[in-house]
């Protein structure tokens, strides 16, 4: 017996969420479908509201309520506007916030170099940050992207990019996380430790 076409298209762009696979896809379009106790309204709604409610910051690409473009982030004067945090997705806004250990401002990139994919970050990104760094005075740049082979050719072709400004770049340390053991590190992760070591 043939599914029906909506559930189908569901499915479909379901599995393009990030971390999202096909049989995951599966699982949610038919859970969503059953419409247990009106849930399958109660998240149309939602994301008709999400559409209209939310939008990425004209700055950072953080997302943020419309009417509050640009963010908390780029508008909260406390912030430290000579530092700049560069990350490759929103989400990593977020992620960097809950740790407490950063108050400057962000960009995110919305995407890194994956040629293999055929994939990359807009370059309206990567010029909107050039602007940034001459309009906002900033003074530091800090690659705060993911640790594989894509990220790596992202951070390269940025720290290119960016040579001939007046601004110094860096990058996060990596290596062991806090709490591991070594037994459980890969030799990625071991090589990058041994390199980024400080004195004590």
Known sequence: MR?????DRLKSLLARLPGVGRRSADRMALA?????????DQLATTLRDVAAEVASCRLCGAMTIREENPCRYCTDGRRDHRLCCVVEDPSDIEVM???????GRYHALLGKLAPARG???AVDRIQALTRRI?????????????SDVESDATAHYLA????????????????????GGLAYADPVTLEAAMKHRTAL
Do not use: F
């Open 119 to 121: 994939d990359g970050m």
């Open 3 to 7: 599914s029906p076409e909506s559930l």
């Open 134 to 146: 001459r309009a906002e005075g900033i003074e530091e740049i800090i690659l705060a992207l993911n």
């Open 160 to 179: 290119e990019q960016l040579a001939g400004l007046p601004v110094r770049i860096t990058r996060l340390a990596r290596g062991i996380p806090a709490g």
């Open 97 to 103: 916030e809950r740790s407490g250990a950063y108050r």
């Open 32 to 40: 969503i479908a059953r419409n247990a106790n009106g849930y399958l």
